[in-house]
Nanobody
Framework: QVQLVESGGGLVQPGGSLTLSCTAS????????MGWSRQAPGNQRDLVAS???????KYADSIKGRFTLSRNVANNTLSLHMNNLEPEDTAVYYC???????????????WGQGTLVTVSS
């Protein structure tokens, strides 16, 4: 089993910065990708950014150039560095991990509890 613990949400003014962190524990060897999604009130959950185990990253168009992923392999932590935040970035941000487990290479996803980011003056 893998557990994810998120931290770093809060209130920030437009144009400000915030960093979210997600630490994985447990069977971390089964993690093939990690990333962040977000869900604003009344909206669906959308992918923000992800990184494969080999290091390939993917970013949503809406945050390109403003958000950056960094990964600390030693302590199994994925961070999302958010700069130049806009009110439209207000959402609950969820960390997730994509897992491949077992002899049949079963795919599954694990999600964190979510952390609220509010961008407002």
């Amino acid at each position: 089993q893998v557990q994810l613990v998120e931290s770093g949400g809060g209130l920030v003014q437009p144009g400000g910065s915030l960093t979210l962190s997600c630490t994985a524990s447990g069977s971390v060897g089964s993690i093939k990708a990690m990333g962040w999604s977000r869900q604003a009130p009344g909206n669906q959950r959308d992918l923000v950014a992800s990184i494969m185990s080999g290091g390939i990253t993917k970013y949503a168009d809406s945050i390109k150039g403003r958000f950056t992923l960094s990964r600390n392999v030693a302590n199994n932590t994925l961070s999302l560095h958010m700069n130049n935040l806009e009110p439209e970035d207000t959402a609950v941000y969820y960390c997730y991990a994509a897992l491949i487990t077992g002899i049949y290479n079963r795919y599954s996803e694990i999600w964190g509890q979510g952390t609220l980011v509010t961008v407002s003056s």
